[in-house]
């Protein structure tokens, strides 16, 4: 599935990919932008039925993948302001579908947690986006895969990156 606008002619190699036009960069911009749309879907149709929102959605993806994350850490890692994470935090605490603990190193810190039926949401709103990611992947290969990831590691930011990193290497300890 190689985008013919990217794709080197015959007798070029890759490394003329590092000199794209700007019509072929904004193709990359659309294919981003229909990608997206794709990869959001399902969730945002689970989402519409419920009231919530794609910031829900966030919120509760990034406390299913480190339990007891700090309101801080998570207004961090959102890149969002306190009153933006307050609104959707306070309707998932009301609804229950997460909790909210005291810190255990600092007391005036609040753990999350998603509660079982907050896990459950999370689990059916990511099922069908790992489902359509391990397809693509599939479908790309192993070398297509590890470029993909270059290239959206070189688009992060110098504060996502390091909390990319920091979430990749608590993945490894776990």
Do not use: C, W
Not at 41 to 53: H, K, M, N, T, V
């Amino acid at each position: 599935m190689t985008d013919p606008a990217i794709k080197p002619s015959a007798g070029q190699g890759a490394e003329n990919l590092l000199f794209l036009t700007d019509e072929q960069i904004r193709g990359g911009i659309e294919a981003f932008f229909f990608a997206y749309r794709a990869f959001t879907s399902d969730p945002d149709a689970i989402l519409e039925g419920l009231d919530y929102g794609r910031a829900h959605h966030r919120a509760l993806h990034f406390i299913a993948r480190k339990p007891g994350l700090t309101v801080s850490d998570l207004l961090d890692i959102l890149g969002v302001t306190k009153q933006s994470l307050n609104r959707v935090l306070r309707t998932l605490l009301k609804d229950g579908l997460v909790e909210s603990r005291i810190g255990q190193r600092d007391r005036r810190e609040r753990q999350l947690f998603l509660s079982v039926p907050g896990t459950e949401l999370e689990q059916q709103l990511s099922k069908a986006q790992r489902a359509r990611v391990r397809a693509a992947y599939r479908a790309a290969g192993p070398q297509a895969v590890a470029g993909f990831r270059q290239v959206l590691e070189a688009m992060m930011d110098e504060a996502g990156a390091r909390r990319f990193r920091e979430m990749r290497s608590g993945e490894a300890a776990e």
